[in-house]
């Protein structure tokens, strides 16, 4: 996001914005209430929690609209459309938010997920449909669920998530130079150039906010990258080391307050050593499993510390075998929604909620907090 914005009576701010130094993580899950018509809380630093927030007066609007399966599957994946309250929202397992044209993949999972609800984060929060997580499909999604996780639990919705300041931490690509600082780890992301007269040349000029490649540039020269900002460095923009090389690597990993519970590895070859994807190259083939390195799953376990959420690291890998991380997506990433088989997909999905029902039979029950008797969930129960 580029600006501030009220959200259902509180500030979603942008990830630049976002400095506290609070560490905590939370996992909300309530008693869902139904649906008539996808990080006070109780947050602790160190252990995962079921909770409830159903005290405070909370905007919701139960009837928030979903997209018809077909006008979803967009081109550019792009939702340019209005958010929208006439009609019921449809009973998912999963709903990602905002619309990206994932729709057809994630029904292939056979999991009841969605990406047909139509709210980008501003206006009311929507009502959940009955045991349903909310997934963000994008960064500044991801902040806004962290920021906004009290409204979002108290309207029956099921989070992963974790403090804001982490979050911006880890996807705003000049702040995860300073987190890899902090933390010792950076010698595992690009030499990074604190103005264009210091830089090594050819080297890449990035937004540190945003996705799909945008606002990403190769640059030769000084003169070339004052040609598209003069300002900014460390802050706005990042001016990084260029690493050349065909093979790239997405790690999308689910994590509970810093421990990866499950992990998945595509990796993707390119017809050109150099390149900005998807700018200007072909994806020649590609290949997914779980045999990540140990050394690899170490270092991401690193950058991951009171992390909680999926999460997607984008890198190559050094002569020596190190990894170079570009950007974490605080997210749910493509290579997950899209590429990943669809029932090694749909593996890490259960896993996630899984959790949630090992952490509900761990509580005591309660008028507050004791869900209501149902039967078991079959698969397939809803339509995605």
């Known amino acids: 996001m580029s600006q501030r914005r009220e959200v259902a009576g509180e500030d979603c701010k942008s990830s630049s914005h ?18 008539s018509r996808n990080r006070s809380d109780s947050s602790s630093s160190s252990s995962l929690s ?88 994008s960064d500044e999604m991801a ?48 030499v990074s150039y604190a103005h264009p007269d210091v830089a090594r040349y050819p080297c890449i000029l990035k937004a540190a906010v945003g996705q799909h490649g945008k606002d990403v540039f190769i640059v030769n020269s000084k003169e070339e990258s004052e040609d598209i900002t003069t300002e900014g460095f460390g802050s706005k923009w990042v001016l990084q080391e260029l690493i050349p090389g065909r093979m790239e690597y997405s790690a ?46 170490a270092t991401m376990t690193g950058f991951l510390r009171e992390y909680s959420g999926i999460c997607n690291f984008n890198y190559k890998v050094r002569a020596s075998g190190d990894m170079c991380i570009f950007e974490v997506n605080t997210r749910v990433g493509a290579d997950l929604a899209c590429d990943v088989p669809r029932d090694r997909a749909r593996a890490l999905f259960e896993k996630l909620d899984e959790l949630s029902e090992k952490l509900t039979q761990r509580l005591p029950s309660s008028p507050s907090t004791a869900k209501p008797a149902r039967g078991p969930r079959k698969r397939g129960a809803s339509v995605c």
């Open 252 to 297: 999308s990993l689910l994590v509970n307050d810093g421990v990866i519970l499950d992990a998945v590895l595509t990796e993707y070859e390119y017809s050109k050593d150099v390149y900005v994807w998807p700018h200007d190259v072909v994806e020649v083939c590609r290949q997914s499993h779980s045999d990540i390195p140990e050394r690899h799953l």
């Open 50 to 137: 079921v909770s409830a927030h159903a005290q405070s007066p909370v905007t919701a609007c139960a009837p928030v609209c979903c997209a018809d399966e077909e006008s979803n599957a967009s081109d550019s994946g792009i939702d340019e459309s209005p958010c929208c309250f006439p009609t019921p929202c449809a009973a998912a397992k999963f709903h990602f938010v905002p619309r990206t044209g994932w729709h057809p993949h994630l029904k292939e999972m056979g999991c009841d997920a969605r990406n047909t609800l139509k709210w980008k984060g501003q206006g009311p929060v929507p009502e959940a449909p009955e045991d349903c997580w909310m997934l963000p499909t």
């Open 143 to 190: 902040l806004c669920i962290a920021q906004l996780r009290t409204q979002l639990s108290a309207s029956g919705w099921k989070l992963l998530t974790c403090e804001p300041h982490i979050v911006s931490g880890l996807s705003n690509k000049a702040a995860l130079q300073a987190t890899g600082r902090k933390l010792g780890l950076t010698a595992s992301l690009p």
């Open 18 to 35: 976002i400095l506290a130094d609070v560490s905590s993580f939370l996992f909300c899950s309530v008693p869902c209430r139904g649906s």
